[in-house]
């Protein structure tokens, strides 16, 4: 069964440059989530859409953005990275039933060097 | 709000031996609860899930859970465990309310499995 695809999987950035990751929801998914793991930490909730309109949001920085396109595939940009913004970043999918299951993706580790 | 708590940061048991992994949680309305896996350096895997169905709950590889209102908990379980069931465990909630609801994740307790 095809899974949530995040790309890159690596990506090495230095301080004060931008980045974009993509995720790929589960086909017919119409909800997707952003996570950000830090080293030993557990992921914490940063923002979400559903039909392409922001559904909430967490404690994403001002920094980054995010939207969902037509495909239902969503962008996390970040700008002035930081080197406290290296982490593992989930998407994650679900069909945007209220407590349906959110099925994760392998993650983007990005390092800030 | 929601919140959980997952009492021991790390459980260490031998093959072949039971595991228990606590988790107590906090939801103003009705929740669901998750469990979900992680290996080193990989994704988050769903071990199985309670939606206000049965009480007691099987998932993948042997685990199960059991959801108890009264005590607000939902522990996850295995008879016997496996080498491969090293890992850290994230117990999680969501409220049943809006699209979209986000997961609040537990701390996560990694299990370690010895010889």
């Known amino acids: 069964a095809a899974g949530v695809i995040q790309s890159p999987r690596h990506l090495i950035k230095e301080k004060r440059e931008t980045a974009t990751l993509k995720c790929y929801p589960i086909?017919?998914?119409?909800?997707v989530y952003w996570y950000q793991q830090g080293p030993g930490q557990d992921p914490q909730f940063l923002i979400s859409f559903y039909e392409k309109m922001q559904s909430d949001k967490g404690s994403i920085p001002d920094r980054f953005s995010a939207q969902q396109f037509s495909d239902y595939h969503s962008e996390l940009n970040m700008s002035s990275l930081e080197l406290g913004d290296s982490a593992l970043y989930f998407c994650?999918?679900?069909?945007?039933?209220?407590?349906?299951?959110?099925?994760f993706g392998p993650g983007t580790r990005l390092t800030v060097l | 709000a929601q919140s959980v708590t997952q009492l021991d940061s790390h459980v260490s048991v031998s093959e072949g031996t039971p595991v228990l992994l606590r988790c107590n949680y906090s939801s103003s309305y009705s929740p669901s609860l998750f469990w979900y896996v992680q290996h080193p350096n990989k994704g988050l895997q769903l071990l199985l899930k309670?939606?206000?169905?049965?009480?007691l709950v099987k998932g993948i590889n042997g685990f199960e859970a059991e959801f108890k209102k009264s005590e607000t908990s939902f522990h996850l379980t295995k008879p016997s465990a496996h080498m491969s069931d090293a890992a850290e465990y994230f117990c999680?909630?969501?409220?049943?309310?809006?699209?979209?609801?986000?997961?609040?994740f537990g701390p996560g307790t990694r299990l370690s499995v010895l010889p």
């Open positions: 999680v909630v969501s409220d049943q309310r809006d699209y979209g609801q986000n997961f609040v």
């Open positions: 309670y939606t206000s169905a049965a009480t």
């Open positions: 086909p017919r998914h119409d909800t």
């Open positions: 994650a999918s679900s069909l945007g039933t209220s407590g349906d299951t959110q099925y």
